[in-house]
C-alpha cells in the first residue's frame, strides 16, 4: 500500500493493519520529513488518545492529516506505532 498526498508518496508498506476502514502504516515505513508533530490531540473510546501530523510536501501543508496513537488500549494493540491518513490524502494498492 502506497499513501500518497501532493504527487508524492508519504508511507509505503505491504504490512499495513486495517481498523475502520483506515490502513495504518508501520511507523518506520513513513517518510519522516514530509511529517510535522502537530498540538492536536483526540480520544477514541476503544483505542485510546490521538496524535496527529501535519503534512508539508513541496511547501504545501495538510493539518492534521495523519495521526498514530502513541499509547494504545489493549483493544488496538494491533495498531501501535502505526499511522493512518485522511483529508484528502490517497491510500491506494501498490
Known sequence: MKAIWNNQILAESD???VIEN???FPHDSIKKDFFKSSN???NC???GEASYYTLEVDGK???D???FYPEVSSLAKGI???VAFWKGV???KD
Do not use: I, L, M, S
Request: no cysteine; hydrophobic share 35%; net charge positive.
Open 80 to 82: 501501535k506505532n502505526h
Open 40 to 42: 492536536t490531540h483526540t
Open 15 to 17: 504490512n499495513t493493519v
Open 22 to 24: 483506515n490502513h495504518y
Open 45 to 47: 473510546p476503544w483505542k
Open 90 to 92: 490517497e491510500v491506494v
Open 61 to 63: 501543508q495538510n493539518v
Open 65 to 67: 492529516a495523519a495521526w
